[in-house]
């Protein structure tokens, strides 16, 4: 395995690893002795891979948004019409919240933990994957008006970012009802 690419499986395994401390003890409550001891490595051996962490964080949420923002897109771009498409976002932000709910928790949590410029960075990223579903969302239901389609697709995270919370069928189960009740929201609360 070339040399960058096992320096970034360990930044990956890293950032896993204190997604999953933040998640259960939240960021304040996790030091990078913990972390380091999450992975097998010495808290101080951490700088290595990252400056600080608040830069691990930074790195976290940027990357979470990026995958969303990246993933739908690519999603609507493969879509033959709007309808496939508003079932394909639905499809990708229920599998991302069921298979990292961690993130999901990091991210709802620990927005206000970031540096103002990863802040800022994070929620431009957020901002164009909201209008990316505002944009499907008015295509399917064009009397629509944008800001009845930005509060649906908000409202329509919240249900599905809850999962952290609410899974208690098996993934498939869980996948179809949240999948089956983002459609009929959607459905239902638009004219």
Do not use: C
């Not at 609410?166 to 983002?182: E, G, N, V, Y």
Request: net charge negative.
């Amino acid at each position: 395995m070339p040399a960058e690419t096992a320096k970034q499986n360990r930044r990956d395994q890293i950032l896993a690893a204190a997604a999953e401390l933040f998640a259960r003890h939240g960021f304040h409550g996790v030091g990078i002795d913990d972390i380091g001891a999450a992975v097998g490595i010495s808290g101080p051996a951490l700088y290595r891979h990252f400056r600080s962490k608040d830069a691990m964080l930074g790195e976290m949420l940027t990357s979470i948004s990026e995958r969303l923002l990246e993933g739908g897109q690519a999603r609507v771009a493969a879509s033959s019409d709007p309808e496939h498409a508003l079932r394909e976002l639905i499809r990708w932000h229920v599998d991302f919240a069921l298979d990292d709910p961690a993130l999901i928790t990091v991210q709802i949590r620990n927005l206000a933990n970031l540096t103002d410029p990863d802040r800022r960075r994070v929620r431009a990223l957020q901002r164009r994957y909201v209008e990316v579903w505002v944009e499907m969302i008015r295509k399917t239901s064009p009397e629509v008006d944008e800001p009845t389609a930005r509060a649906a697709a908000h409202a329509v995270f919240g249900l599905i970012n809850s999962t952290p919370h609410s899974a208690h069928l098996d993934r498939d189960q869980m996948a179809t009802l949240l999948s089956q009740m983002a459609l009929a929201s959607l459905s239902g609360a638009l004219p």
